[in-house]
């Protein structure tokens, strides 16, 4: 199976994975406590696979789930902005994987809020901007996916799997979330680098609106009146869950975003976003591919820049 992208067009989200592949696999998820990442533990439990959750705050699983599955489950207290935090994860799940494997890395964490550099300073000087939501949603996420890279090299299947959580504001203009935007806009960068690179399948999941614990009330009462004005909905958390269990279940998804959506707009709740590749012919698709037949990347550091302080 080769894991450089092609693109073989979007994906058919009514075609059913088969979900018995994702037996024994061992997965790591960040964010799982709550929310949409919570739904992927469940999901990843039901189906019998070793899950690893890490995130700042622990989390009970179901009864139903902890009855049949508490042996394949371990949660590890985990800030994705510290380095060490990280790396303990993924030996942990090494460990805790029948085979020594990584074999599923979900890059989930990530927080919302007001935004630092939206927001203007009424005093003279302003002040150095929070970038936290950078940090988790982006530092957090490159850490995820170093380390991630680096313990697939060890996996000793052949289907390797790293599911980046975007969003649609890393499409969609949002005013007002600078730096929310800014970073999902990354993630879906860091999906087109890697999908050329061999290691490993890389897809993102980019959901719409959904009502989770990340959103106050007010938010959630405000922005569910909004959309209904619109003649829009809410995304449903379990279509989340459902997308990236196909991604995951499903060897021939590489290089794609999948958008959740409301039902309304797809029944299945998601569908390919198809918005990652340049119309065949034209001048983009073509620096596309000259782009990805240049080799200066791979020359030794030392030699790429005549001064290590000289910035592109």
Request: aromatic fraction near 8%; charged fraction near 25%; proline fraction near 5%.
């Amino acid at each position: 199976m080769s894991l450089i992208y092609k693109n073989n067009g979007p994906i058919d989200p009514t075609i059913p994975p088969d979900l018995s592949r994702l037996k024994g696999k061992s997965v790591i998820i960040t964010g799982g406590s709550s929310g949409l990442g919570a739904a992927y533990v469940d999901s990843f439990l039901s189906h019998s696979a070793y899950v690893t959750n890490a995130d700042i705050q622990s989390r009970t699983l179901p009864p139903s789930l902890e009855e049949k599955h508490q042996s394949n489950y371990q949660y590890l207290k985990c800030d994705v902005r510290s380095w060490s935090d990280q790396l303990t994860v993924f030996k942990a799940a090494m460990t805790n994987s029948p085979g020594r494997n990584v074999d599923i890395v979900v890059a989930n964490a990530g927080i919302t809020g007001k935004d630092p550099i939206w927001t203007m300073d009424e005093s003279e000087d302003p002040e150095e901007p929070d970038l936290r939501i950078i940090d988790i949603c982006l530092r957090g996420v490159l850490y995820t996916t170093k380390l991630s890279l680096h313990y697939f090299t060890k996996c000793t299947t052949s289907d390797k799997c790293l599911i980046l959580k975007s969003s649609l504001a890393g499409y969609l203009d949002l005013p007002g979330a600078t730096s929310y935007q800014c970073a999902k806009y990354a993630v879906r960068g860091l999906m087109c680098n890697l999908r050329n690179s061999g290691f490993c399948r890389v897809n993102v999941i980019a959901p719409w609106f959904i009502a989770t614990p990340i959103m106050s009330e007010q938010v959630i009462e405000i922005l569910g009146k909004n959309l209904k004005d619109k003649n829009s909905d809410w995304a449903e958390v379990e279509d989340s869950a459902k997308a990236v269990i196909r991604v995951a279940a499903d060897e021939t998804i590489n290089g794609r975003t999948i958008a959740i959506v409301p039902r309304l707009e797809r029944k299945e709740g998601y569908m390919d976003m198809g918005f990652d590749d340049y119309p065949a012919g034209s001048d983009q698709e073509r620096w596309q591919t000259m782009i990805l037949g240049l080799t200066h990347r791979t020359l030794p550091q030392e030699v790429q820049s005549r001064n290590k302080e000289v910035e592109e």
